[in-house]
């Protein structure tokens, strides 16, 4: 019999930022990664629209025997992950979300920039988080349209793009959450924005050991010492999507 696979979904290639940390503590899984890039950007769609997308990404997961999921989108996490679990609730689903706390934990001093969506930094669940562990020296910032400039994998457009509007935080600010799953593949890049020698905080190293705890807990861990499988598919059915995917896999820096 086939080891089951666990499922990972973003918008578009950013949440590949995750499965590289996932890969790093569960390099014999196989995973299906759904990229919804015909439907990218989440991050200015209604609530409605993204439960609805995940929800239909997370069936096409299930009828492919999916044994977990992975939400490797802020924007869907913060906005769908409770739906999710309360409609799957026999397959645990992981969700990110902005490393708000890692702040707290290990910076509670520095001045702290929260990059995301507007999805993502209007939702409630991201307001709780926010107010929990507010260090008061925290400015959000919504990025519209960002996630979609890196989607689509121009260097100029992206640097233009930062330098505009890092351009008030530049030399002012110490630590960047990266509330995006696709802003890690440009973190230089905002580096040179801000002018800074900046801390960044990102939860998809935590999100790879938790799932491994979950797993281990239920039981799903697959024993076997054979290499896992990556099966990518992308809603547009763009082959260039593929291709810079499975680049972006072989390496660590992207761009
Ligand atoms: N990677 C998604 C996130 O983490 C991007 C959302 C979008 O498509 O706007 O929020």
Redesign the pocket.
């Known amino acids: 019999m086939q080891e089951k696979s666990i499922g990972i979904f973003?918008?578009?290639i950013?949440?590949i930022t995750v499965l590289q940390e996932i890969i790093k503590v569960l390099p014999n899984e196989n995973y299906i990664y759904y990229s919804d890039s015909k439907n990218?950007?989440?991050?200015?769609k209604t609530k409605e629209e993204i439960v609805k997308r995940c929800e239909e990404i997370c069936k096409f997961l299930l009828d492919r025997q999916c044994k977990a999921i992975v939400i490797?989108?802020?924007?869907?996490s913060s906005i769908a992950a409770n739906y999710l679990r309360e409609k799957y609730k026999n397959v645990p689903i992981i969700a990110?979300e902005p490393a708000y706390k890692m702040v707290y934990d290990y910076a509670y001093d520095g001045k702290t920039l929260v990059m995301?969506?507007k999805?993502?930094i209007e939702s409630e669940r991201f307001n709780i988080l926010y107010h929990k562990y507010n260090n008061h020296k925290t400015e959000l910032l919504e990025c519209v349209g960002l996630?979609?400039i890196i989607e689509e994998g121009n260097a100029n457009t992206i640097k233009d793009y930062l330098e505009k509007n890092l351009e008030k935080y530049r030399g002012k600010i110490d630590n960047v959450v990266l509330?995006?799953?696709?802003y890690p593949l440009v973190q230089k890049e905002i580096g040179q924005a801000l002018g800074n020698n900046i801390k960044f905080f990102n939860g998809a190293n935590r999100l790879a050991i938790h799932l491994k705890n979950v797993l281990e807990k239920q039981d799903l861990i697959y024993k076997g010492k054979v290499k896992g499988k990556i099966i990518f598919i992308d809603s547009s059915r763009k082959k260039e999507k593929e291709e810079r995917f499975f680049k972006f896999l072989s390496r660590s820096e992207i761009l």
């Open positions: 973003d918008s578009g950013g949440g990218n950007p989440y991050g200015d490797a989108c802020n924007t869907a990110i995301a969506t999805g993502t996630a979609n509330g995006c799953t696709h």
